[in-house]
């Protein structure tokens, strides 16, 4: 059984910091390339971070210089450390694993954890 756990997310206030952990379970980790994505309410879901196997990272522009993420292949678990939230950062954050693979590429999501900023 595939199982992505997220946890951290909480309401904060403009300039506040959280971290975001996602802990896998089920998969072979340390061969997959790891992301968070959000999705705000009536938008469609976006990219925010990845992070290869090698840990290459790739991180969508508006959130640049304000988030890192981060792996732990020992504790199967990505983090996104966010810093500098904005309201626009408001939206419920979403684990993903992936791996190509022969023919159809192995793709899982976590149920998500809100992350709510206030102005």
């Known amino acids: 059984q595939v199982q992505l756990a997220e946890s951290g997310g909480d309401l904060v206030q403009f300039g506040g910091s959280l971290r975001l952990s996602c802990a896998a379970s089920?998969?072979?980790?340390?061969?997959?390339?790891m992301g968070w994505y959000r999705q705000a309410p009536g938008k469609q879901r976006e990219l925010v971070a990845t992070i290869t196997s090698g840990s290459s990272t790739n991180y969508a522009d508006s959130v640049k210089g304000r988030f890192a993420i981060s792996r732990d292949n020992a504790k199967n678990t990505v983090y996104l450390q966010m810093n500098s939230l904005k309201p626009e950062d408001t939206a419920a954050y979403y684990c993903n694993a992936k791996r190509v693979g022969i023919i159809i590429d192995h793709d899982y999501w976590g149920q998500g954890t809100q992350v709510t900023v206030s102005s």
């Open positions: 089920g998969i072979s980790f340390s061969t997959y390339t």
